[in-house]
Nanobody, 125 residues
């Protein structure tokens, strides 16, 4: 069983950058794909990016291509989400989640098993 904890959220101006980190505890981390999701008030949870255990990256939404990247360090049990050129519409609670296998499980949050509690990202001037 994995336990995930997100960090790095905060308030940033439009055009700014933030780096979120997902720290995992559990012996299976290296064998699980990890996804980042976000949920804005009144909206359904949305997939953002996912990285497989073999470091293959999958964009779960087109809206962040060219602005967000994802990376993982299996030795440190961490997955980072680098967010650049942030927009007000990126404002949301961001969650990391573990897929049940080596590979990303698509863009639906229902396909991911273990979740952190989230970190708030607010993009505003």
């Amino acid at each position: 069983q994995l336990q995930l904890v997100e960090s790095g959220g905060g308030l940033v101006q439009p055009g700014g950058s933030l780096r979120l980190s997902c720290a995992a505890s559990g012996s299976t981390f290296a064998y699980n794909a990890i996804g980042w999701f976000r949920q804005a008030p009144g909206k359904e949870r949305e997939g953002v990016l996912c990285i497989s255990s073999g470091h293959r990256i999958t964009y779960l939404t087109d809206s962040v291509e060219g602005r967000f990247t994802i990376s993982r360090d299996n030795a440190k049990n961490t997955v980072d989400l680098q967010m650049n050129s942030l927009k007000p519409e990126d404002t949301a609670v961001y969650y990391c989640a573990a897929a049940p296998s080596y590979y990303c499980s698509g863009s639906s949050w229902r396909n991911y098993d273990y979740w952190g509690r989230g970190t708030q990202v607010t993009v505003s001037s």
